[in-house]
């Protein structure tokens, strides 16, 4: 009894005086302190995998009252729009390109994910899975959830979009009709390329669809997902089509993802992104 006494008689002092005792916090202002990203309103920005791995990695971004969400791992990247719920995300694919056509056909089932805010680690916790068009789904158990944190800074710049576009190699990326030759073949360009200091490496673009032609256009580049380059030069525009081409240097050999993150910028206005050409390459 004596301690509970002692301990309380600050408290009677500071009344005594006419002093407020100091406000308690809630628990809500207590989660924002300790993590300020951990939230259902405030989860945008980048994340990585637990372990650090970056092949593992999303970008959360605010999308009205949900968000878009760009999620990277070992198969490559996938945008999800999120449908908010009370305590979670339910994530779907929008698929683009071959991932478009094969769900389409349905040879592949979209991705499906949840995700939850986990304030006693500020983490993330990720469940991945698939949706059929049936609606369909198959979730990994819990015991094989992944838990991401929020990106350091310092990491360095990462792709997360998946490619809307083709980008092309080799002989392709010198001649259209070659790169359209491809395309008609196969459906995809040619991945197989020697590995060199100077790999040709180029996309085409709609120009009118880029944007007005009194703006100026550039693309960073990314090698297994990693800005390499920034702000190169698009080429000029032929027969309605913008150039996007650069010798790349990629002296390496096996499997390695290039991309080309396309920008326009017009007169004081911020840079924009309009469009992501990408291509996973086998260097022989």
Same mark, same amino acid.
């Given at each position: 009894?004596?301690?509970?006494?002692?301990?309380?008689?600050?408290?009677?002092?500071?009344?005594?005086?006419?002093?407020?005792?100091?406000?308690?916090?809630?628990?809500?202002?207590?989660?924002?302190?300790?993590?300020?990203?951990?939230?259902?309103?405030?989860?945008? !920005?980048?994340?990585?995998?637990?372990?650090?791995?970056?092949?593992?990695?999303?970008?959360?971004?605010?999308?009205?009252?949900?968000?878009?969400?760009?999620?990277?791992?070992?198969?490559?990247?996938?945008?999800?729009?999120?449908?908010?719920?009370?305590?979670?995300?339910?994530?779907?694919?929008?698929? %683009?390109?071959?991932?478009?056509?094969?769900?389409?056909? !349905?040879?592949?089932?979209?991705?499906?994910?949840?995700?939850?805010?986990?304030?006693?680690?500020?983490?993330?916790?990720?469940?991945?899975?698939?949706?059929?068009?049936?609606?369909?789904?198959?979730?990994?158990?819990?015991?094989?959830?992944?838990?991401?944190?929020?990106?350091?800074? !310092?990491?360095?710049?990462?792709?997360?979009?998946?490619?809307?576009?083709?980008?092309?190699? !080799?002989?392709?990326?010198?001649?259209?009709?070659?790169?359209?030759?491809?395309?008609?073949?196969?459906?995809?360009?040619?991945?197989?390329?020697?590995?060199?200091?100077?790999?040709?490496?180029?996309?085409?673009?709609?120009?009118?669809?880029?944007?007005?032609?009194?703006?100026?256009?550039?693309?960073?580049?990314?090698?297994?997902?990693?800005?390499?380059?920034?702000?190169?030069?698009?080429?000029?525009?032929?027969?309605?089509? %913008?150039?996007?081409?650069?010798?790349?240097?990629?002296?390496?050999?096996?499997?390695?993802?290039?991309?080309?993150?396309?920008?326009?910028?017009?007169?004081?206005?911020?840079?924009?992104?309009?469009?992501?050409?990408?291509?996973?390459?086998?260097?022989?």
């Amino acid at each position: 009894m004596r301690a509970a006494i002692v301990l309380s008689f600050p408290l009677l002092l500071a009344a005594c005086k006419g002093e407020e005792a100091p406000p308690v916090k809630t628990l809500e202002e207590l989660a924002a302190e300790k993590c300020p990203k951990v939230h259902m309103d405030r989860m945008e !920005g980048g994340w990585v995998l637990v372990t650090g791995n970056t092949k593992n990695r999303m970008e959360i971004v605010p999308k009205g009252a949900s968000y878009m969400v760009y999620y990277s791992n070992e198969n490559g990247h996938y945008e999800l729009t999120a449908q908010r719920r009370e305590k979670d995300l339910q994530l779907t694919e929008v698929p %683009r390109l071959m991932r478009k056509e094969l769900i389409a056909k !349905g040879e592949a089932e979209a991705m499906r994910m949840y995700l939850r805010p986990y304030m006693e680690s500020c983490s993330i916790k990720v469940q991945e899975g698939t949706v059929s068009a049936t609606g369909r789904e198959t979730i990994a158990p819990p015991s094989d959830t992944k838990e991401f944190l929020a990106m350091p800074a !310092g990491a360095g710049v990462f792709s997360y979009r998946p490619a809307d576009d083709w980008l092309f190699l !080799g002989p392709a990326a010198k001649s259209r009709a070659t790169a359209k030759a491809q395309l008609a073949k196969d459906g995809f360009p040619k991945p197989e390329v020697p590995g060199s200091h100077a790999i040709p490496v180029a996309a085409w673009s709609d120009a009118q669809a880029d944007g007005p032609a009194s703006c100026s256009y550039d693309a960073d580049l990314f090698f297994d997902g990693k800005r390499v380059q920034e702000k190169v030069p698009a080429k000029g525009v032929t027969g309605g089509e %913008r150039y996007w081409y650069v010798d790349w240097d990629a002296n390496w050999s096996f499997n390695h993802t290039f991309e080309m993150y396309r920008y326009r910028t017009c007169g004081g206005s911020e840079r924009e992104l309009i469009g992501v050409a990408g291509i996973d390459a086998l260097l022989v």
